[in-house]
């Protein structure tokens, strides 16, 4: 049975957050301190992107890239992009 997957980041002070939905036809949400900041309706095989930005002064835009392998039972894998640094983001066990 496929199941969602929740990644999490703490980056400066500000909570990142990649929900994905299950299965291929589940919806993708990027929460930035609680708040939905971004949404795509489905996913698939591949990778997709979402863009937000830290409420900061001035505020701060990233990426987060959802990588959905092409083969199953694999597991997506997410990396944020802030200020041109990659870096993954650990899957998390949703509360």
């Known amino acids: 049975m496929e199941h969602s997957h929740h990644f999490h980041l703490d980056q400066g002070g500000h909570s990142i957050t990649v929900n994905v939905g299950p299965g291929r036809n ?3 949400e990027l929460l930035v301190n609680g708040k939905v900041v971004a949404c795509q309706p489905e996913h698939g095989p ?3 992107l979402l863009t937000g ?3 900061e002064e001035p505020t701060r835009p990233f ?3 959802i990588r ?3 083969l199953a ?3 997506p894998r997410c990396t944020l992009e ?3 640094v990659e870096q993954p983001m650990p899957e998390s066990p949703m509360l």
């Open 26 to 28: 589940g919806e993708i």
């Open 53 to 55: 930005e830290l409420p």
């Open 82 to 84: 802030l200020d041109g």
């Open 46 to 48: 591949g990778t997709s």
């Open 73 to 75: 039972p694999s597991k």
């Open 63 to 65: 990426r987060v890239r």
């Open 68 to 70: 959905e392998p092409h």
